[in-house]
Every structure is written in structure tokens, then in C-alpha cells.
Nanobody
Framework: QGQLVESGGGLVQPGGALRLSCAAS????????MSWFRQAPGKERDLVAGTTSAGGSTNYADSVKGRFTISRDNAKNTVYLQMNSLSPEDTAVYYC?????????????WGQGPQVTVSS
């Protein structure tokens, strides 16, 4: 059974930066598409950024392009989200997601979701 453990959330002032980490265990990490989602109060959970299993391709929500960077280290079974130029609109719970399809089955895991609060 896969497990994702996130770290790095917290309170930051507008214009500041944070880096989230998500360490995976119990899965063959390099086989998984890794993504970050976020959910603000009263809103749906939305995709923020994703990276393919080998890390060769990434995609971002329009709202974070140029400010956030997703990366992965398959040797450490870890995916990161570097968040720069943060604004109050980035305040949300951030969730790490691991997903792959194999043998006709969907394998989908979520982290616990650290809170990121951007406020002065």
C-alpha cells in the first residue's frame, strides 16, 4: 500500500517562497505520475502542477505558471513543489498525488495535505 508524506507547509508573507516535499513509500515511485493539487476553503480541489514518471514533462495551472516549479528525485522517491512570489490567493491545503494505471487498474494515492497560508 502506497503512502505519501508531505512536509514544508506553513505561514509565509506575500511575495515569499515555500518548498513542499512529498516522500513516497510502498510504491515503485518512478512508475507514477506525480502531481500537486490544492483546495481552498469552500472550493474544489484543483490541479496545481504535475510531472511525468521520468520527470521529462511538466504541466502547470495557469495561475501558478512562472511562479511554481514541480520537480522529482526518483532516487529519493520524492517530489517537490517550489513556490515563489506567493500571494494570498495561493492559500490552501496542498495535496500530493501519485497515480498510475496498470493491469487495468488505477493506483491513486494522496498525501495528508499541509496547510499553506499566505498572509501579512
Amino acid at each position: 500500500q502506497g503512502q505519501l508524506v508531505e512536509s514544508g507547509g506553513g505561514l509565509v508573507q506575500p511575495g515569499g517562497a515555500l518548498r513542499l516535499s512529498c516522500a513516497a513509500s510502498g510504491v515503485h515511485f518512478s512508475n507514477y505520475v506525480m502531481s500537486w493539487f490544492r483546495q481552498a476553503p469552500g472550493k474544489e480541489r484543483d490541479l496545481v502542477a504535475g510531472t511525468t514518471s521520468a520527470g521529462g514533462s511538466t504541466n502547470y495551472a495557469d495561475s501558478v505558471k512562472g511562479r511554481f516549479t514541480i520537480s522529482r528525485d526518483n532516487a529519493k522517491n520524492t517530489v517537490y513543489l517550489q513556490m515563489n512570489s506567493l500571494s494570498p490567493e495561493d492559500t490552501a491545503v496542498y495535496y500530493c498525488n501519485a497515480r498510475r494505471v496498470g493491469g487495468g487498474m488505477l493506483y491513486n494515492y494522496w498525501g495528508q495535505g499541509p496547510q499553506v497560508t499566505v498572509s501579512s
